[in-house]
């Protein structure tokens, strides 16, 4: 069993920038990919970005955020951060991290454990 806390989340300006950290528990949550999903209001949960486990140095961005997020992981502590500059109005939702057995958990099927999510909101 692997328990997920995400948070960082908050309001900002667009052009501005946030960090949202995820910190995992449970024996094995080393050996699991950790990433982020999003959902706005009225839409489905979508893939932002992921990073394969600890040893293995694979990350996948959703184009709409390739150049201006960055995902990482700092393995001694348990906790993925996902560093967000550039920020649009469009990135607007509630950020769930997510962990996953799969070296590429770009879909939700593809998710073993989810955060409680935390909220981002860019104003124009």
């Known amino acids: 069993q692997v328990q997920l806390v995400d948070s960082g989340g908050g309001l900002v300006q667009a052009g501005g920038s946030l960090r949202l950290s995820c910190a995992a528990s449970?024996?094995?949550?080393?050996?699991?990919?950790m990433g982020w999903f999003r959902q706005a209001p009225g839409k489905e949960r979508e893939f932002v970005a992921s990073?394969?486990?600890?040893?293995?140095?694979?990350?996948n961005y959703a184009d709409s955020v390739k150049g201006r997020f960055t995902i990482s992981r700092d393995n001694a502590k348990n906790t993925a951060y996902l560093q967000m500059n550039s920020l649009k109005p469009e990135d607007t939702a509630v950020y769930y991290c997510?962990?996953?057995?799969?070296?590429?958990?770009?879909?939700?099927?593809?998710?073993?454990?989810w955060g409680q999510g935390t909220q981002v909101t860019v104003s124009s």
């Open positions: 997510a962990a996953s057995r799969n070296i590429r958990p770009i879909v939700t099927d593809r998710i073993d454990y």
């Open positions: 449970g024996r094995t949550s080393s050996d699991y990919a």
């Open positions: 990073v394969a486990w600890s040893g293995v140095n694979i990350t």
